[in-house]
């Protein structure tokens, strides 16, 4: 049973161009999570989504940043004009079940953001 | 005052040792806990939840103290490979979001 895949693993973008982050969740599993880590910072939460709906985007900054997980395919963090302060480590979880919280969140290996 | 708070560390032991961190949650009403891992520039790995009443898996011991709103991590008999950062999260009921904290670095030194 594969686990959640991520990618690309790393990504190098110059400022003001677009990052494309991919994630696949696991096998059964409909719940999708997208966290941050700055450098010698703890994971922020950005973004909630099932499948074709945004459930919870409180963490995720008003401009520049969007989140989808279409019907078909991986979900799909993108941000446009990238800026330096950008650069950091985006990580993916999922759940089976999105039931509060309650559930059980694995991690993919996470997507290393640098911005030129 | 943070969400969840950890003692940055980093906590250096010798092999064999018995090594505890503490975590501390700021809302009364969380109700789920965990304890996650981290490697170095690897993803976070589950370690183990915390139940009410507490929990052990092998070398590790997991404590939930309500009344003053932390939890525990004791690690008995510390290998090398115990070497990680140790993430305290906390999630609060009706929500979605797992808070993490920043994580408790630890050396277990030869």
């Known amino acids: 049973n594969a686990g959640v895949m991520q990618n690309p693993r790393h990504l190098v973008r110059r400022r003001g161009q677009e990052a494309r982050l991919r994630c696949s969740p696991m096998k059964g599993h409909s719940h999708v999570y997208w966290y941050r880590q700055l450098p010698e910072e703890g994971l922020k939460f950005m973004v909630y989504?099932?499948?074709?709906?945004?459930?919870?985007e409180s963490g995720m900054p008003k401009e520049r940043f969007s989140a989808e997980f279409p019907k078909e395919g991986p979900s799909i963090l993108r941000i446009q004009q990238v800026v330096r302060g950008d650069s950091a480590a985006y990580f993916c979880?999922?759940?089976?079940?999105?039931?509060?919280?309650?559930?059980?969140?694995?991690f993919g290996p996470g997507t290393r953001l640098l911005v030129l | 005052r943070k969400e969840v708070e950890q003692d940055p560390g980093p906590f250096n032991v010798p092999e064999g040792a018995t090594v505890a961190f503490n975590c501390t949650y700021s809302n009364s009403a969380s109700q789920s806990f965990f304890w996650y891992r981290q490697d170095c520039r690897k993803e976070p790995k589950l370690l183990m939840s915390v139940y009410s009443s507490g929990n052990e898996d092998g070398r590790f011991t997991a404590q939930l103290n309500r009344a003053s709103q932390y939890i525990s991590l004791l690690i008995r008999d510390s290998k090398l490979s115990d070497s990680a950062t140790y993430l305290c999260?906390?999630?609060?009921?009706?929500?979605?979001?797992?808070?993490f904290g920043t994580g408790t670095r630890l050396k277990v030194l030869a």
């Open positions: 989504l099932q499948k074709e709906n945004i459930i919870d």
């Open positions: 979880a999922s759940s089976p079940l999105g039931s509060g919280g309650q559930e059980t969140q694995y």
């Open positions: 999260v906390v999630n609060t009921p009706g929500t979605y979001k797992y808070i």
